[in-house]
């Protein structure tokens, strides 16, 4: 027998139910969308009751059946009919029901369906209802109506559309009680909204959502088995997303050798304090980490642990707290840490007046001596080298076996006694054992009697070499390695010339140690451990700076004996810079600041006779000529000044310097090179101590002669240094009253009036102050690992601290103080000013990286910006989720920052959303509702991401997008413009992740900025008109852009390095 319900409308659309009654009420659903629109209502009552199409909707959903249960659910909750259709059934079950069908809810469609139903039911509501799933009271029934559209309106923003701006913004709606807002709609509704959110595929809204959970709220006990239910899948999505380590290791802040983990101490907070409201929360945690002990995250883990340290126990949790101590997939310092919190667990419970259990106990006494046994779990102080001899007392059967067991034999313990006087015949060997006693790892080496034999620097060597490449693995051993090979250098410095010590010490300078991600994460676990005094339980640091610092002391106390090794490892070192051929890039996978950081130090140590002078300068000035790297630049500038005061070469040098200056052409190809040449020359000759009076005022007349002429240049580079280097000159000639005897001298003043007007003089750009350099002053030490240069173009963290130069001379003891031979190159310090801004541009870039998530959409389910409306669309309730196309962005960012007109930013905005650019960057957002840039955007910017960079912050954005893999590009005439728009042969012009920088209407790209710039380009022209609108000029670019690259994407993965974008292929 079958019943057909006929058509109804419901929006523009009708649905049908066809339902055969058969045993079990339905066996199956038709859905029609072609039936007549005006169709008459059916009689639903009068045909099946609402209690039989209910119970058939609790049946499909037992089933897992979740599309059929909502398909006739929701047909049956909007069908209009008679009164007795709106009497709902009892309100604890059927609220559970549909609490039920969201956490089975998956997929857009069923959310969709579940916050329709939720409208719908709360909206026929007439009676009062109190219970833990529904709170309702009809007397406030504007009231609740209102709350419970707010709640599905913020679900459908968070869990549906999933644009990070709007869900920041509904963060301030949600119920949290550290901002005492309360919500109408019951707790678990907001359990199921952030579930759903945690369980998204947009990473950046998981993260926005779940930070927020962490840090503002807290969930209560619940009673009911639904409630319940909800709650324990609400906890297994955050704890599923917080035990993240990815988030752990990106949260980490480091200042000096400690570190915080950001994220690891939210959780660990957050968990103490959820303990302390919801003692279930603690039970269902320990019980989800122990069913996990196989996939665990091992820091994230000891985060949790942190936090349930306090809570009390029951005998469940000691199980499970058991369970998880015994895993084995933990670092060993992790694994300590994690049971010696679990043991606390259950010594807490045995000590209390609870029920015993023998599993329990046995588990207790188990974790006792695992911890009494774990002495390798403290990996900064892990114990001795064991070099034990076969001949030495004791069974060494016996030893193995118990150090395979605990990891770790001290020699105290296990009473071996190491025959140094009979196996080590050379002090070198005392020596060695004397320095690795106290500090180096477990290490287990059969010395047979007769390794007297063997060369005692052959011995040492190979034990340096095999330590500093463990080093990489196992980043503490760093320090402890470096400082050994120093001591033994002073004392034996024929060790340096051993081929293995020349390969660490080459592999150092070409790639530093530096700590691993599970070291760096070791470090921050390991800082919040600390005694009952405060102090620290593990000496674990990320200290390897320290381990950089021993050994480039080393290279800058080099006696004159070791010069031809110096300068034999110099060459290794230079080799592949020396060996470079055509255009150098300015980025390349083998560069490193390191490597020309210890060729300077070797310079100052090894090269001073006229010979190798001469041998090298060359080669530094051709690489000054070609290498585009600032950073680099600045490095080559200061050994070419090297070379140049030294006594047997600086007059001739000084001499040429000026004269290529004097002979540079004003269309000069390499600006750059003249640009370096003017600072050098300027410190040549303001700090030389080779001439006598007469020729020091020869050489400041024909300096200032060179400078005024280059004002003038049409070069940027060159007019803009030589503008800052004038009034140095000047003032010094002046005080040292040698102006009156220049013949030139009115005209020195005039312009040194001039400059000194211009805006730059005044306030000059980040990039001059970081560059400045004073071969007097800055020749130190710390100028070379902390000077300016190591923050342009983009902030590179040094290499080591001055403090850890000075540490490491304040660790010698008297003994190896007398055998420490003099440095050439002073500890000194940064230049004060210098000094300022570093500390400046390193506050304002801690600041960027721990900022909240950027407001961009990336990794977001696209859909229009502006969600019109998230009512569920009724006409396609099919069995399978819907797949909407991506509409994201792919082509470059667009930087309007530097423009003030709002028309040319609504030209931009069009430009930019026609040709499918990543961002554009405005100087304000409240632009966006200027109406003369609204006439030209045509709603163009509902369409793109726009953000704001004030022209202020600008520098710092593009130091970041740099750092994030992207290219600056400025679109500017200067000397080494590439022009677009010309057919050369395939060759692509603009890079693939290109960050593209309009100038200014009337003044273009500002100095500071397009010192920025890695590459600029220009439209070629042929009219007469020299300048395109800024609009047009954009629109141009970007066309070009899409003409190389199509629809390629430009998007790349987060830890992709920028050298992968170095170029535009």
């Not at 910006?865 to 396609?876: E, I, R, V, Y």
Request: overall charge negative; hydrophobic content about 40%; some cysteine.
């Amino acid at each position: 027998m079958t019943d057909h319900i006929h058509p109804v409308e419901l929006s523009d659309f009708t649905i049908s139910v066809d339902i055969e009654d058969e045993a079990s009420g339905f066996s199956h659903i038709n859905e029609d969308a072609a039936l007549a629109k005006n169709s008459p209502a059916p009689n639903l009552v009068g045909s099946v009751s609402a209690e039989t199409i209910y119970a058939e909707t609790v049946n499909f959903l037992a089933g897992g059946r979740v599309h059929e249960a909502l398909s006739i659910w929701m047909k049956w909750i909007v069908l209009p009919g008679p009164e007795s259709k709106k009497q709902l059934p009892d309100p604890k079950s059927y609220f559970g029901t549909l609490i039920n069908a969201m956490m089975q809810s998956r997929h857009s469609n069923h959310q969709k369906f579940c916050l329709a139903i939720l409208r719908a039911s709360v909206e026929i509501l007439s009676d009062d209802i109190n219970v833990e799933v529904m709170q309702y009271e009809h007397s406030q029934r504007k009231e609740y109506l209102g709350a419970y559209e707010e709640y599905c309106s913020l679900f459908e923003i968070i869990v549906m559309g999933r644009y990070l701006n709007q869900v920041q913004e509904c963060l301030d709606l949600l119920p949290s009680a550290s901002k005492g807002r309360t919500s109408l709609v019951c707790d678990v509704w907001w359990w199921l909204l952030m579930r759903a959110a945690l369980d998204s595929n947009n990473e950046q809204v998981r993260k926005l959502i779940g930070t927020w959970l962490l840090d503002k709220y807290i969930v209560n006990a619940a009673s009911e088995e639904c409630i319940m239910l909800a709650q324990a899948a609400f906890f297994d999505s955050l704890l599923d997303w917080a035990t993240n380590g990815q988030l752990a290791s990106k949260s980490c802040i480091r200042s000096g050798t400690t570190v915080v983990s950001k994220h690891g101490e939210l959780l660990s907070i957050y968990c103490e304090k959820q303990a302390e409201r919801n003692p279930t929360f603690v039970e269902h945690t320990y019980h989800w980490l122990s069913a996990r002990t196989d996939i665990l995250n091992q820091h994230t883990t000891v985060f949790i642990l942190r936090g349930l340290r306090k809570a009390p126990a029951t005998i469940s949790i000691c199980k499970n707290a058991i369970r998880v101590a015994n895993t084995i997939q933990f670092s060993p310092l992790l694994r300590c840490i994690t049971r010696s919190y679990c043991f606390k667990v259950v010594d807490q419970y045995l000590s209390g007046d609870n029920e015993r259990d023998e599993q329990i106990i046995r588990g207790f006494e188990n974790l006792r001596v695992q911890i009494e046994r774990s002495r390798d779990l403290l990996d900064g102080e892990i114990g001795p080298l064991l070099l034990a001899n076969k001949h030495s007392p004791g069974n060494h059967h016996a030893v193995l076996s118990r150090m395979r067991a605990a990891g770790h034999v001290e020699i105290n313990e296990q009473g071996i006694t190491i025959d140094w006087d009979r196996i080590a015949r050379h002090h070198l060997h005392q020596c060695l054992w004397r320095l690795f006693a106290d500090s180096w790892p477990f290490w287990v080496t059969y010395v047979s009697k007769d390794v007297h034999e063997n060369s005692a620097v052959d011995f040492a060597a190979s034990c340096i070499f095999n330590f500093s490449s463990l080093a990489r693995r196992k980043p503490y051993l760093w320090n402890t390695t470096a400082r050994t090979l120093r001591k033994l250098s002073f004392e034996n410095p024929a060790i340096l010339q051993h081929p293995n010590i020349e390969t660490m010490l080459l592999n150092f300078i070409n790639d530093p140690p530096t700590p691993t991600p599970e070291h760096i994460l070791d470090v921050a676990v390991a800082a919040g451990e600390r005694d009952e005094k405060g102090e620290p339980l593990y000496n674990v640091y990320c200290d390897e700076s320290l381990g950089h610092a021993y050994i480039l002391d080393i290279l800058a106390r080099l006696k004159p004996e070791q010069s031809s090794w110096g300068l034999r490892l110099l060459d290794r070192v230079f080799e592949p810079w020396r060996e470079q051929k055509g255009t150098i890039q300015a980025s390349s996978k083998w560069k490193r600041t390191s490597q020309l950081q210890a060729i300077i130090v070797l310079l100052h140590s090894c090269v001073s006779s006229r010979s190798d002078i001469e041998k090298y300068y060359g080669t530094f000035y051709d690489l000054l000529a070609r290498e585009p790297n600032p950073r680099y630049r600045f490095l080559f500038e200061w050994a070419i000044l090297h070379f140049a005061t030294q006594p047997s070469v600086a007059r001739t040098y000084t001499d040429n310097v000026l004269k290529a200056l004097e002979d540079a052409d004003p269309s000069n190809p390499n600006p750059k090179l003249v640009a370096s040449e003017i600072k050098i020359a300027v410190q040549l000759v303001l700090h030389s101590r080779h001439f006598d009076k007469d020729e020091r005022v020869q050489q400041f007349e024909r300096l200032l002669v060179i400078l005024a002429t280059l004002i003038a240049s049409p070069r940027v580079l060159v007019r803009f240094e030589a503008q800052a280097s004038f009034p140095t000159i000047f003032d010094h000639v002046r005080d040292a009253g040698l102006l009156d005897g220049m013949g030139c001298a009115p005209v020195f003043r005039s312009v040194y009036n001039f400059v000194t007007k211009l805006d730059k003089y005044q306030t000059p750009p980040e990039s001059r102050v970081l560059s400045t350099f004073n071969i007097n002053k800055d020749m130190n030490l710390a100028t070379l690992f902390e000077g300016g240069h190591m923050y342009t173009p983009l902030i590179e963290p040094p290499l080591l601290r001055v403090q850890d130069l000075r540490d490491v001379l304040a660790s010698d003891p008297p003994s190896l103080v007398e055998k420490r031979p003099e440095a050439r190159l002073p500890i000194g310090s940064v230049d004060e000013s210098v000094a300022q801004l570093i500390a400046k541009l390193a506050t304002s870039s801690a600041a960027e990286q721990h900022e909240p998530a950027s407001l961009t959409t990336s990794g977001a389910t696209t859909g229009p910006l502006q969600t019109k409306s998230f009512a569920p669309d009724l006409s396609s309730l099919s069995l399978e989720p819907s797949q909407s196309p991506s509409k994201q962005g792919t082509g470059p960012i667009l930087i309007g920052s530097l423009l003030d007109a709002p028309v040319n930013l609504g030209g931009l905005s069009r430009a930019a959303n026609v040709f499918g650019c990543h961002s554009l960057h405005l100087p304000s957002l409240s632009l966006l509702a200027n109406s003369s840039f609204q006439n030209v955007s045509v709603n163009s910017e509902l369409h793109i991401d726009i953000q704001e960079t004030k022209p202020a912050d600008l520098l710092a954005r593009l130091r970041q997008l740099k750092s994030d893999g992207w290219t600056i590009v400025g679109l500017e005439q200067t000397s080494d413009s590439r022009v677009i728009g010309v057919p050369d042969g395939g060759e692509k012009v603009l890079p693939k992740r290109s960050v593209v920088v309009m100038g200014a209407e009337s003044t273009g790209i500002p100095a500071d900025v397009l010192f920025e710039c890695d590459v600029c380009v220009e439209i070629r022209q042929w009219g007469v008109t020299r300048s395109l609108n800024v609009q047009t000029a954009a629109a141009c670019i970007l066309f070009e852009w899409r003409r190389e690259w199509g629809d390629g994407s430009c998007a790349l993965g987060v830890n992709e390095k920028r050298a992968q974008t170095g170029t535009c292929d």
